[in-house]
């Protein structure tokens, strides 16, 4: 059973830019949070961002704060990450995530239900 999938990862430079998108075939995820998460080798895989149903509510991890955003297209199934001023060290698979997740827990993967498969993303120096 396919439960998200993930898309637009690719090669970019140092200082670039990529928006990846999250779809959910057959589901609308409706009241879900979704989050996205992502690994490098070698290294757990840890907490990128996440948003509300809503979408009013967003948190992000520390790193990211002020490059990335997250947003969500409710009525396409759909959630993306614009991502800017990319940095070699966020070379990783980067995954969605959506589940029933309370608000103080949304950087926590066990709160998570589904999950897509993950898209590369590479950051050349």
């Known amino acids: 059973q396919v439960q998200l999938v993930e898309s637009g990862g690719g090669l970019v430079q140092a200082g670039g830019s990529l928006r990846l998108s999250c779809a959910a075939p057959?589901?609308?995820?409706?009241?879900?949070?979704m989050g996205w998460f992502r690994q490098a080798p070698g290294k757990e895989r840890e907490f990128v961002a996440s948003?509300?149903?809503?979408?009013?509510?967003?948190t992000y991890a520390d790193s990211v704060k002020g490059r990335f955003t997250i947003s969500r297209d409710n009525a396409k199934n759909t959630l993306y990450l614009q991502m800017n001023s990319l940095e070699p060290e966020e070379t990783a698979g980067y995954y969605c995530?959506?589940?029933?997740?309370?608000?103080?827990?949304?950087?926590?993967?066990?709160?998570?239900?589904?999950w897509g498969q993950g898209t590369q993303v590479t950051v050349s120096p």
């Open positions: 948003i509300s149903w809503s979408g009013v509510s967003t």
């Open positions: 057959g589901r609308t995820f409706s009241g879900y949070v």
């Open positions: 995530a959506a589940g029933n997740v309370p608000a103080k827990q949304r950087n926590l993967r066990a709160r998570y239900d589904y």
